[in-house]
């Protein structure tokens, strides 16, 4: 089960959200653990004992720092931090290096969970007594699987009080109504048109260079998408999520890319690693240090191969010449200029994502600068572009801030039909997604007659 | 003014939750109200069953959920059709693999062809040919509907070119062995009008086989390569005009209907067709109840099976051994004025002893029959010849 399987949108979420409204409040978090459970259980299956042990385990060893940090023991409490961050990381690596299969939202429920045990340890919030509460806060159905990463502090005092008002079930389905047609209409049709460039055995340049474009507004969608979901589904319950992605593409700068593209990660890094290092108050060599340990860690939380880590550190050598040497130059230059140029950097990275080896990113930036011998432009590339021109057009206008303009300058018709015209709009967004849901799963076995 | 804004505002978003609710409830009434299909014929698989609600505890429960859900969901067929015609109006030109093609046509994405398969197929046709010399061995091999009829594609389709393929394939096997591309007959027909003043239609718009009318003309070229100096008069019948074959339902596009003719030899040789897996015997190469089925092309033979025998009146001497793909269903029955006996053999589900068959039926001639997009990716005929 998935958030765009039309099991989970025409019955597990609606019957989820009526059925929280009608469980007395006393109860109502312990229905949301079933059915997170529930949920995951569906979702990831076999690996749900996973997601159980970490639960436990971090509400005893929760409990166990705040005893220690009433009584004053800040040497052990250290250990005890110490010894239950490498645990945790120690799952976490054992099942992205070991070859076993990989639970499903393990990087994002440990996160949460180290974010717990970080933010009890420094005293920032207390540990939660009440097991269904933190239990709820580790598995909760909306971000269990891919984020947002909310932070333990932000997220307690919601636990206790989280109520569902007209408003935040309305603006909440309206956020999930704008996820799953960012993640149907837009991901899954660039991911369709990059696969079928990635299959080619050899193209032209720009053919190759839109396949990376593909990608990359492919990998924008689909997790913007999920997370603007997650987001919409939370507010159902009364719960906020924190954002996640704040139109990435249209950054200036590398640091504001990553202030801007899974938001929630990158303020994990900053508080729980680069800030406890010291950040950039100690120095330009430890500056330096910091921001390649923070990449570091940051390539190899999202893959196991050597291509995340290249990637990490792509990321982290643009960060770091920006912030010490390239940064008056860059101020120089126009606003479209610096975008293109963080643009630049940004897709030719996701190439490490989609590449399984280094030699394949090698291969695939060969066939840009033509090693194919295909030449630069051919009718492949007027295939795969004209096929897919609106599409485009669409994924790049969105990619800003034409889209809210565009719904703001409807509204504002006279009279209420502006809101008609976007509610009919809605209307065909949704029966569209529908149809194209369905038709994923449409297969058809060809006629023994082959 | 921004007070209007902001209720405008609150306006909408109560609005579309209204109308999510509804649509939530309207589509779980309506699913929970739909009785379960137990098979698609727009996908021709069986669909899944409801899961019983006793196992929704064990893993993979939910993943069979899913699967139940989605198959039985309401207005299935009809949605999947509106996303591919969203997919078109928003430019799309390929739909699961299958182009949309102009004046009706859709034509299946080309398959690549494997070099080492193929030099392995076609060092198996000549060594079959070197150890068998007092047989008369040929070769025919069609090309896709992508490379016969270019001007129907869309622009800038991705296509391989097949017609080119297919003489470097040919060029492999020995001079022994007739050979050919049917590339030139079918592009040649399609330039032509029928007696009715239309294109002579050689591939159909639905399905990636070619006509009758193609097979026909491929026959007439290949009628010195069989050693058939004098062909038989053929009468044409249009047998069904609703066909909508393979591409249609892998597109989902349900805009274009086929039609399917057959050629009858006017002379009055008659045919016993026996097939081994259905353990039947019919007076004819053609099965009409087939037409009531979806896929209209079965009326040819009911489509594959490990080996046909085909015993006519013809007296001719000769007996054919055809080793085929589907393509030779259409093809076949328009040999049997020309040989006593035809055995057709499928290498994808034939797993006996090809030598036995030679001996057994006195084969004089053998005929390989295949599509290039079959024979590009297959294994079994190097295996079969052994």
């Known amino acids: ?27 109502r978090n312990t229905f949301l653990l079933l059915v997170s459970l529930l949920f995951y259980a569906w979702s990831a299956g076999r690996n749900l004992p996973v997601l159980l042990g970490e639960m436990v385990f971090t509400y005893f060893a929760a409990r166990e720092l705040q005893r220690r940090r009433a009584r004053g023991d800040t ?23 070991s070859g076993l299969p990989l639970p499903a939202g393990i990087s994002f429920f440990t996160f949460s969970a180290l974010s717990c045990l970080f933010d009890v340890g420094r005293g920032k919030a207390d540990a939660e007594k009440n097991p269904v509460s933190l239990w709820l806060y580790l598995a909760f159905f909306p971000k269990v699987l891919m ?76 997790f913007s998408g999920y997370s603007d979901m997650a ?5 159902m319950f009364g719960f906020r999520l924190p954002r996640n992605f704040d139109h990435p593409y249209t950054a200036g700068s590398a640091s504001d890319f990553w202030r801007r593209w899974h938001i929630t990660l990158g303020a994990w890094f900053r508080d729980y690693v680069y800030i406890p290092l010291g950040g950039s108050r100690a120095g330009k060599a430890r500056l330096v240090l910091n921001l390649a340990v923070v990449w570091l860690l940051t390539g190899i939380w999202h893959g196991n191969t050597v291509n995340f880590v290249l990637w990490g550190l792509w990321w982290g050598i643009i960060v770091i010449l920006e912030k010490l040497v390239l940064a008056r130059f860059l101020d120089k230059l126009s606003g479209v200029l610096r975008c293109a140029l963080v643009n630049l950097a940004a897709f030719s990275g996701w190439i490490f994502f989609f590449s399984p080896t280094p030699g394949d990113c090698l291969h695939w930036w060969g066939q840009i600068f033509g090693a194919a011998g295909a030449g630069f432009w051919n009718s492949q590339t007027t295939w795969y572009l004209t096929g897919n021109l609106i599409l485009l057009a669409a994924g790049i206008a969105a990619c800003g801030t034409i889209p809210a303009r565009l719904v703001s300058r409807i509204r504002k018709c006279r009279g209420r039909s502006g809101v008609w015209i976007l509610a009919g709009l809605t209307a065909l967004l949704l029966l569209l997604s529908v149809a194209r849901i369905l038709s994923s799963t449409y297969q058809t076995f060809l006629y023994a007659a082959f | 003014m921004r007070r209007k804004n902001v209720s405008k505002g609150r306006h909408f978003r109560h609005i579309v939750f209204c109308m999510a609710a509804l649509a939530c409830a309207v589509l779980f009434a309506a699913n929970l109200l739909t009785p379960d299909r137990s098979f698609s014929a727009a996908e021709n698989r069986s669909l899944s069953a409801r899961p019983s609600l006793s196992q929704c505890l064990t893993s993979g429960w939910g993943q069979t959920a899913d699967r139940w859900y989605s198959d039985q969901f309401v207005l299935r067929d009809t949605l999947v059709k509106l996303n591919s015609l969203a997919g078109r109006c928003a430019g799309q030109r390929e739909v699961n693999g299958v182009y949309i093609g102009k004046d009706g046509y859709l034509f299946e994405k080309p398959t690549a062809k494997d070099p080492v398969k193929t030099e392995r197929t076609a060092k198996a046709i000549a060594a079959f040919s070197h150890e068998n010399p007092d047989l008369s061995c040929s070769v025919i091999l069609v090309p896709d509907a992508a ?8 622009a800038n389709a991705p296509v391989s070119g097949q017609t080119g393929e297919i003489d470097e394939f040919l060029e492999q096997l020995p001079a022994s062995v007739r050979k050919l591309n049917a590339s030139d007959a079918l592009i040649k027909a399609s330039g032509q009008k029928t007696a009715d003043g239309e294109e002579t239609q050689v591939f159909y718009r639905t399905d990636h086989h070619w006509t009758t009318d193609g097979a026909y003309a491929v026959f007439q070229a290949a009628q010195e390569l069989l050693n058939i100096p004098e062909p038989a008069a053929y009468s044409r019948f249009v047998v069904s005009d609703s066909f909508q074959g393979t591409l249609a339902s892998q597109s989902a596009d349900g805009a274009s209907k086929d039609a399917v003719t ?33 896929d209209q092309y079965q009326v040819f033979f009911g489509g594959n099976h490990p080996s046909v025998e085909i015993e006519t009146t013809a007296d001719t001497g000769r007996s054919l051994l055809v080793f ?22 499928d290498p994808r589900y034939y797993y006996e002893n090809v030598d036995a068959v030679l001996s057994s039926y006195g084969i004089t001639d ?18 079969a010849l052994g």
């Not at chain 1, 039309?6 to 009526?18: D, E, G, K, T």
């Not at chain 2, 793909?325 to 006593?340: G, I």
């Open chain 1, 231 to 235: 987001i919409g589904a939370a507010s």
């Open chain 1, 75 to 97: 040497g052990t409490l250290s250990f005890c931090l110490l010894a239950d961050t490498v645990l945790l990381a120690a799952v976490l690596a054992v099942y992205k290096y």
């Open chain 2, 324 to 345: 085929k793909d589907s393509f030779a269903n259409s093809f076949v029955p328009l040999l049997t004025p020309y040989y006593d006996t035809i055995i057709l053999i």
């Open chain 2, 147 to 154: 490379s016969v009829l270019a001007r129907n594609l869309p």
């Open chain 2, 262 to 294: 057959i050629y009858i030899p006017d002379s009055d040789v008659r045919t016993t067709v026996s097939y081994s897996d259905l353990q039947t015997r019919r007076a004819s190469v053609y099965m009409p109840e087939k037409l009531e089925q979806k």
């Open chain 1, 1 to 27: 089960m998935s958030f765009v399987s039309l099991l989970f949108l025409v019955v597990f979420l609606p019957a989820s959200v009526l059925l929280a409204r009608l469980i007395p409040e006393r109860f």
């Open chain 2, 366 to 383: 053998v005929m390989f029959l295949y599509s290039a997009d079959t024979l590009w990716s297959d294994t079994q005929l190097a295996d």
């Open chain 1, 147 to 222: 984020g947002p990463i909310a932070q333990y502090a932000d997220m307690l005092p919601q636990m206790d009080s989280h109520p569902v008002s007209a408003a935040s079930l309305e603006r909440g389905t309206l956020r999930f109504l704008a996820g799953l047609f960012k993640k149907v209409l837009l991901a899954d049709a660039f991911g369709d048109a990059f696969r079928q460039i990635h299959a080619l055995p050899q193209m032209a340049s720009m053919t190759a260079v839109l396949g990376t474009v593909f990608y990359g507004l492919q990998l924008y969608y689909d």
